[in-house]
């Protein structure tokens, strides 16, 4: 069964730049869609982008110009690079293999934006 | 506010039946995406309930069930227990986005 584990900084500091690396194991990266959801404190969840294994990317409009995803096929593993961040960033960060026909989730991490 | 709209809460007695709607569009849900469902109990990650509309993964009761009608779904707990008490999100994609519900807060009275 598919596994994803979330890892990274949970403490990043405004204007700067957010990365996370989600591992996927129990199965290869190389075939469906990936995605990055988050959801900040009390609030419901938001997509923020995908990658498929050819490597194209779709991104939430409402992110798009601060996302980044890249995929490592070799290392099993795809990331999130989110710029210039603010407060209104601090989320837990979920990675997910979604949209797919049968969804697979990380447990997520916490990541805190704060000087 | 979401594309796919759930109402913000819901709740029943222990033993009644519940249903939470998410409504979509001909875009997505009426387009013949599949709508998956999640349940999110405090402080833990979303777990899927339901994928592909109407399919269980192994260990979610019986009592948990999806359908899809047209540009809305629809998830039905019967034998509500105070254990459901919980966040429940459809989640659906249209051709190039991934699409959530804005939750819906199951009370159990």
């Known amino acids: 069964q598919v596994q994803l584990q979330e890892s990274g900084p949970g403490l990043v500091k405004p204007s700067e730049t957010l990365s996370l690396t989600c591992t996927v194991s129990?199965?290869?990266?190389?075939?469906?869609?990936w995605s990055w959801i988050r959801q900040p404190p009390g609030k419901g969840l938001e997509w923020i982008g995908y990658?498929?294994?050819?490597?194209?990317?779709n991104y939430n409009p409402s992110l798009k110009s601060r996302v980044t995803i890249s995929l490592d096929t070799s290392k099993n593993q795809f990331s999130l690079k989110l710029s210039s961040v603010t407060a209104a960033d601090t989320a837990v960060y979920y990675c997910?293999?979604?949209?797919?026909?049968?969804?697979?989730w990380g447990q997520g991490t916490l990541v805190t934006v704060s000087s | 506010q979401s594309v796919l709209t759930q109402p913000p809460s819901v709740s029943g007695a222990p033993g009644q039946r519940v249903t939470i709607s998410c409504t979509g569009s001909?875009?997505?849900?009426?387009?013949?995406?599949?709508v998956h469902w999640y349940q999110q109990l405090p402080g833990t990650a979303p777990k899927l309930l339901i994928y592909?509309?109407?399919n269980r993964p192994s260990g979610v009761p019986d009592r948990f069930s999806g359908s899809r009608s047209g540009t809305s779904a629809s998830l039905a707990i019967t034998g509500l227990q105070a254990e459901d008490e919980a966040d429940y999100y459809c989640?659906?994609?249209?051709?190039?986005?991934?699409?959530f519900g804005g939750g819906t807060k199951l009370t159990v009275l």
């Open positions: 129990g199965g290869s990266i190389s075939s469906y869609y």
């Open positions: 592909g509309n109407s």
């Open positions: 990658i498929y294994y050819s490597g194209s990317t």
């Open positions: 989640q659906s994609h249209d051709s190039s986005l991934v699409l």
């Open positions: 001909r875009s997505n849900i009426g387009a013949g995406y599949d």
């Open positions: 997910a293999r979604v949209p797919s026909p049968l969804p697979r």
